[in-house]
């Protein structure tokens, strides 16, 4: 675990890989590459960053049902992302919550050309379509997509979604990364995206949206800000829309 000199030791990286002299890195947490000359490193070994990241997990943990009288069918989820290591934490944390989640590897250019096949196959409640973005705000204006890395492949993505479902109530979709264009990606068809306030999002905040959907009453409205702000960084991250959960619940167990 590294981080940056030039960026005032901003960001936690983990070292992926070296060419030359310049490291790749992946945000430990936060979904982010970057690459930096070895020499602009520096071994991390805050304790209070990981006791801050413990915190967190630890108010994310899963919550139990009543299951003395009542059975639940929570909502399937699919979730295509970018990144393999943030891909594998996800699945992870749909198995600790219990929540039957499918999850596919694939290039964020690549998504929109596999969605509508990966829908029909799987059949979802809720697809997450997430991975690495970036905004270039040294380049130019917020408004326009192509000073994001990603945010375009993610709305063509959605396109391709809701050519299947039009419906936000039938199919809800979770979209974007760090930085994405989040008003494009909501008028693209998502029903939740990043990042309002254009700032990076945590590798779990897209699976922490889906399973609060996953195991919400189908038959009620969400607690839209309470959803949200069960997120790392609230709705400065990610923003949605009022919708409806997922989740049947029956009767007698």
Not at 213 to 228: A, E, P, R, V, W
Request: with cysteine; proline share 3%.
């Amino acid at each position: 675990m590294v981080t940056r000199k030039s960026h005032n030791h901003d960001t936690i990286f983990v070292i992926v890989e070296i060419i030359d002299d310049v490291c790749i890195l992946n945000g430990l947490n936060i979904r982010l590459v970057a690459d930096s000359p070895i020499d602009d490193l520096e071994i991390f070994d805050d304790s209070k960053d990981v006791e801050e990241e413990n915190e967190f997990l630890e108010r994310i943990k899963p919550v139990s049902l009543d299951r003395n009288d009542y059975f639940y069918l929570p909502g399937k989820i699919l979730h295509i992302d970018g990144d393999k290591d943030y891909l594998n934490r996800c699945l992870k944390y749909y198995n600790d919550m219990n929540i039957w989640a499918m999850g596919i590897l694939e290039s964020e250019d690549k998504i929109a050309s596999r969605i509508q096949d990966l829908i029909h196959e799987y059949n979802p409640n809720i697809v997450v379509i997430t991975g690495h973005d970036a905004y270039y705000k040294k380049r130019g204006c917020m408004d326009d997509l192509q000073f994001y890395k990603n945010s375009k492949y993610f709305i063509d993505a959605i396109k391709e979604a809701r050519k299947v479902e039009s419906s936000h109530e039938k199919l809800i979709i979770i979209a974007g990364g760090c930085q994405s264009n989040y008003e494009e990606l909501i008028k693209a068809g998502a029903n939740f995206a990043s990042s309002p306030k254009r700032i990076n999002i945590h590798a779990l905040d897209p699976a922490i949206i889906a399973s609060k959907l996953s195991l919400s009453d189908i038959t009620k409205d969400i607690d839209l800000k309470g959803i949200l702000e069960t997120t790392k960084y609230g709705p400065s991250g990610i923003g949605g829309i009022k919708t409806k959960g997922t989740m049947y619940v029956g009767y007698p167990r």
